[in-house]
C-alpha cells in the first residue's frame, strides 16, 4: 500500500532516474489530482491585473500564479536531489517535465530496443516454463524410481518447438551429440536463441 500524504492524497512519487515512464504515469494523475497538471502542461503567461481589477480578477490572477509556483513545487519535491540540482533553475513546471521526458524517457530507438528486449524476455518465459513443465514431471517419475533420462524431454521439446526456433535447433544439433546433451544444456541454449 502507498503511503499516504496528510490530506489524504497518496503521498507524491519520487522519480530517483529509474522507470521513468511508470513515475511519468503517477506523477501526471498525482498533478491532476491537485490540478496543477494545466500548469506543467502548458507554459502560460499570467497577464497583470488591469488597473482597478475586480474581486473576481485579482482571485484568478492569484489562482493561476499559485497554480504556476505549486506545479514547480510538486516537481522538485517528487525528485531524488540528484535529479533535483539538474533542475532546480528551471523557471517553468513545463520546462521541468519536458527535460526529465528528454533525459529519461529516451529516444525511440532506445524505446524500440526495450520493447524488442522485452518482447524477447515475455517469449523466453513462456519457453521456460513448458521446459520447467517438462522437467517437473521427468522429476516425479524419477522420484517414484523409474529411470527418465534427459535425452527424453530434449527430443520433447524439439519435436514440439515452434518453427522459429528450427535454426538454434539446427545449429544446436551441428555443434552437440544430442544424445549426449544435458536438459540444462540444451535449455540454456534455447533460452539463448
Known amino acids: 500500500m502507498e503511503a499516504e500524504s496528510s490530506h489524504g492524497m497518496p503521498a507524491t512519487p519520487i ?31 499570467v497577464a497583470n491585473l488591469l488597473v482597478n481589477p475586480t474581486m473576481n480578477q485579482i482571485k484568478i490572477h492569484k489562482e493561476r500564479k499559485t497554480r504556476k509556483a505549486k506545479a514547480i513545487a510538486y516537481l522538485y519535491v517528487a525528485v531524488s536531489p540528484n535529479i533535483f ?18 533525459e529519461y524517457q529516451g529516444n525511440e530507438q532506445v524505446n524500440n530496443m526495450q520493447v524488442l528486449n522485452l518482447i524477447r524476455e515475455f517469449e523466453m518465459q513462456r519457453m521456460k516454463e513448458y521446459t520447467d513443465m517438462l522437467l517437473s514431471l521427468a522429476n516425479k517419475v524419477r522420484l517414484l524410481g523409474k529411470d527418465f533420462p534427459d535425452q527424453r524431454i530434449i527430443e520433447k521439446i524439439l519435436v514440439t518447438l515452434l518453427e522459429r526456433y528450427e535454426v538454434t535447433i539446427s545449429s544446436l544439433e551441428n555443434v552437440k551429440d544430442l544424445s549426449m546433451l544435458y536438459f540444462d544444456e540444451a535449455s540454456i541454449s534455447l533460452r539463448l536463441a
Open 15 to 45: 522519480f530517483g532516474g529509474d522507470n521513468y515512464l511508470v513515475w511519468a504515469i503517477k506523477m501526471e494523475v498525482h498533478l491532476k489530482a491537485q490540478d496543477l497538471w494545466e500548469a506543467t502542461e502548458q507554459d502560460y503567461e
Open 85 to 102: 540540482t539538474k533542475i532546480m533553475n528551471m523557471s517553468s513546471a513545463k520546462a521541468i517535465w519536458d527535460h526529465l521526458k528528454e
